[in-house]
T-cell receptor
């Protein structure tokens, strides 16, 4: 069974700090990796996608992928209270459905 | 681009009744997905379509659930004989999978764009 594991949290960081969110996956054939943010009562919205090993930066967000370790992470620099949400890691192979983790709840205190 | 639209936003029904939800994807997207999400959990995959073809179904999709996407446009998800355990947020998402000339379908899945969901409460 394909699985995506995340610590449920909550992860609490002070405003301005770096938040580090981690995710591991079981399917070695996975090719596409995504991070979604979900505010309470809302639907998931895409933050980052990453397809190759290494780092990918977009503004305050950096996604990191290590296929050998089956590990993907999301760093949020200069965390803001508006970043408080649940962050969902999602993984799939080409042509298959996206599998989500349970999400990590992030709380940024001002 | 008006985004993914789902209807209704909320549905309250009594156990044993049938319900049907509708999803209108982003117009140029060729893939449409249905997910279910309960409190504290990530979205759980139910099924997805490439154009009008239903390509994959989860084991979560019992025989009480059926999904269609006639003509490859909007999709409906029907739940027959609802049970209290069916109470959840039902999310629809769409994506565009591009064909690479000479190579066929892209090896990588494009990101999913979600609708606002239909919240089902079974009493």
């Amino acid at each position: 069974q394909k699985e995506v594991e995340q610590n449920s949290g909550p992860l609490s960081v002070p405003e301005g700090a770096i938040a580090s969110l981690n995710c591991t996956y079981s399917d070695r054939g996975s090719q596409s990796f995504f991070w979604y943010r979900q505010y309470s009562g809302k639907s998931p919205e895409l933050i980052m996608s990453i397809y190759s090993n290494g780092d990918k930066e977009d503004g305050r967000f950096t996604a990191q992928l290590n296929k050998a370790s089956q590990y993907v992470s999301l760093l949020i620099r200069d965390s803001q209270p508006s970043d408080s949400a649940t962050y969902l890691c999602a993984v799939n192979q080409a042509g298959t459905a996206l599998i989500f983790g349970k999400g990590t709840t992030l709380s940024v205190s001002s | 681009d008006t985004g993914v639209s789902q209807d209704p936003r909320h549905k309250i029904t009594k156990r044993g009744q049938n319900v049907t939800f509708r999803c209108d994807p982003i117009s140029e997207h060729n893939r449409l997905y249905w997910y279910r999400q309960t409190l504290g959990q990530g979205p759980e995959f139910l099924t997805y379509f490439q154009n009008e073809a239903q390509l994959e179904k989860s084991r979560l999709l019992s025989d009480r659930f059926s999904a269609e996407r006639p003509k490859g446009s909007f999709s409906t998800l029907e739940i027959q004989r609802t049970e209290q355990g069916d109470s959840a947020m039902y999310l629809c998402a769409s994506s565009l999978v591009e064909k690479i000339p000479g190579l066929g379908i892209s090896s990588y899945n494009s990101p999913l764009h979600f609708g606002n969901g239909t919240r089902l409460t079974v009493t």
